[in-house]
Nanobody, 118 residues
Framework: QVQLVESGGGLVQAGGSLRLSCAAS????????MGWYRQAPGKEREFVAS????????TYADSVKGRFTVSRDNAKNTVYLQMNTLKPEDTATYYC???????????WGQGTQVTVSS
């Protein structure tokens, strides 16, 4: 069973930066695509960014392109989300996910809160 634990959330002023981390355990991490979703109060969960299991191919939501960077370290079983030039509309709970490249079975973390003040 894959377990995902996020960290790095917090309160930051607009224009600031945060780096989220997601530590995975339980299975062979390198066979999972990884990424991030977020959910703001009263809104549906939305895709933020993802990185393929090989660590080369990345995808971003239009709203974060040029500001956020997703990366991973398979040796550490960890995926990261570097968030720069944060905006109040980035305020949300950020969830890490992992999807098995073969079975498409997915797993989720418990979420970490990011709050951006104006």
């Amino acid at each position: 069973q894959v377990q995902l634990v996020e960290s790095g959330g917090g309160l930051v002023q607009a224009g600031g930066s945060l780096r989220l981390s997601c530590a995975a355990s339980g299975r062979t991490f390198s066979r999972y695509d990884m990424g991030w979703y977020r959910q703001a109060p009263g809104k549906e969960r939305e895709f933020v960014a993802s990185i393929r299991w090989g660590g080369v191919s990345t995808t971003y939501a239009d709203s974060v392109k040029g500001r956020f960077t997703v990366s991973r370290d398979n040796a550490k079983n960890t995926v990261y989300l570097q968030m720069n030039t944060l905006k109040p509309e980035d305020t949300a709970t950020y969830y890490c996910f992992a999807e098995n490249v073969g079975t498409r079975e997915d797993h989720w973390g418990q979420g970490t809160q990011v709050t951006v003040s104006s």
